[in-house]
């Protein structure tokens, strides 16, 4: 029987953590799984409603660390985080994706001498600005075993001179949730609750630092926003972290003027799934969404200079436009009318049972092989 503790802290962990604990259930002769929450995030809409929509259980463990600098938030999930893998005395610790919760336990465990499995790994934009790429790439160095979702990754890795023996090329996990859920998300009515019903619509998150925390970035982006909404009605639920810099920036006039650009609360995964299907094209920073739009064959524009998920812009739906107003309008208007880019095929494991094939691996590891 193998003890694991499964590690979420924010938003893009729950969906990514929540198949492979109920893949864990199936197998309750083999593994004993706990959820512990770092509380990075611990809104309810970012938090709490995912637990619901992906029946993930409840936490075993709430660290409540919440919101502060990096530092603090980082060294505050593992003074809180230790004392609890060394009461639970786990054979496992699983870190998923690339927040600070995850190089933050994974570190915890590894100078404890406790196995650390890290799930997602090998992504890499090669943007060492942003705080994500930091948390990825010290996160594989540390892990003991590294489940990447696509050749690429794994090609990162050896690169970086990783073993080949630590790598195991599984798929991306998120998927897992997608397939799961898709339909029950399908048949909710979320689109006439915002008066979408029938109607072309296009999708648009936005919370990276680099976007929406600089007031002249984040104008550049409502520049085009202004442009496209007049086309193309923009269904925009806003993060926390962007609501209190439009706030900040003085920008809530400007955002509230754009016509047709309808700010809404976060959304919980379902009815986010619900609208991201539906949709004639979706707008981003986030790295979750470049993937699931390839997955659902839907247009995606990425507001960012780099992707560390590639093979969505190879094989996928995922174009990088950057932050330029001119090149976003431009092509969100070549999407709209009918030249958006098409899924030329899915990504290889991309098929709803990487959780299985994570699972398999865990059983099997060989700790001589690292
Ligand atoms: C974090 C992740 C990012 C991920 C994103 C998804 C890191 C370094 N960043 O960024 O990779 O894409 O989550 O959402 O780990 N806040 C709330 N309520 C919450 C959570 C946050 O109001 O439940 C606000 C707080 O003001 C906080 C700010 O959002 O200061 C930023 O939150 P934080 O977790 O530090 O980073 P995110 O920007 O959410």
Same mark, same amino acid.
């Given at each position: 029987m193998l003890k694991v503790i499964n590690v979420v802290g924010a938003r893009p962990n729950f969906m990514k953590v929540a198949p492979i604990v109920a893949a864990m259930k199936r197998r309750p002769a083999k593994f004993l799984p706990l959820v512990v929450h770092t509380g990075q995030h611990y809104d309810s809409a970012m938090s709490d409603s995912f637990f619901r929509d992906l029946e993930l259980p409840e936490p075993d463990t709430h660290l409540g660390v919440g919101s502060s600098s990096h530092a603090a938030q980082t060294a505050a999930v593992m003074e809180r985080f230790e004392p609890v893998v060394l009461r639970e005395k786990p054979d496992w610790v699983l870190v998923v994706g690339d927040v600070n919760s995850t190089i933050a336990c994974a570190l915890v465990c590894v100078k404890l001498g406790v196995k650390v499995a890290h799930v997602e790994a090998g992504l890499r934009s090669r943007d060492r600005t942003m705080p994500e790429e930091i948390n990825r790439l010290l996160t594989d160095q540390i892990a003991d075993l590294l489940f990447t979702p696509s050749q690429d990754a794994d090609e990162n890795l050896l690169a970086e001179g990783i073993p080949r023996g630590r790598i195991r090329l599984v798929g991306n996990v998120m998927i897992d949730s997608l397939q799961k859920n898709l339909q029950t998300a399908r048949a909710r009515n979320t689109r006439e609750q915002f008066g979408l019903s029938g109607v072309k619509y296009a999708l648009l998150t936005l919370h990276r630092p680099s976007n929406v925390d600089l007031r002249e970035s984040f104008e550049r982006i409502l520049d085009a926003l202004e442009v496209i909404a007049a086309k193309l009605p923009i269904l925009f639920p806003v993060h926390p972290r962007t609501r209190k810099t439009? $706030?900040?920036?003085?920008? %809530? $006039?400007?955002?509230?003027?754009?016509?047709?650009?309808?700010?809404?609360? *976060?959304?919980?995964?379902?009815?986010?799934?619900?609208?991201?299907?539906? !949709? %004639?094209?979706?707008?981003?920073?986030?790295?979750?969404? @470049?993937?699931? =739009?390839? $997955?659902?064959?839907?247009?995606?524009?990425?507001?960012?200079?780099? =992707?560390?998920?590639?093979?969505?812009?190879?094989?996928?739906?995922?174009?990088?436009?950057? =932050?330029?107003?001119?090149?976003? &309008?431009? =092509?969100?208007? !070549?999407?709209?009318?009918? %030249?958006?880019?098409?899924? @030329?095929?899915? *990504? *290889?494991?991309?098929?709803?049972?990487?959780?299985?094939? &994570?699972?398999? $691996?865990?059983?099997?590891?060989? *700790?001589?092989?690292?």
């Open positions: 439009i $706030a900040e920036l003085g920008l %809530s $006039a400007r955002v509230e003027s754009i016509r047709d650009l309808l700010t809404v609360d *976060p959304l919980g995964y379902l009815s986010f799934l619900n609208l991201m299907s539906n !949709a %004639s094209l979706v707008l981003t920073d986030s790295g979750g969404i @470049q993937e699931e =739009t390839t $997955a659902l064959g839907i247009p995606c524009l990425t507001l960012r200079e780099n =992707t560390e998920r590639p093979i969505t812009v190879e094989m996928g739906t995922n174009v990088v436009v950057g =932050t330029d107003p001119t090149k976003i &309008i431009a =092509t969100a208007m !070549a999407a709209m009318n009918g %030249s958006a880019k098409k899924l @030329q095929y899915r *990504p *290889p494991l991309w098929d709803g049972k990487t959780s299985e094939r &994570i699972l398999d $691996a865990l059983e099997t590891f060989v *700790p001589s092989s690292r």
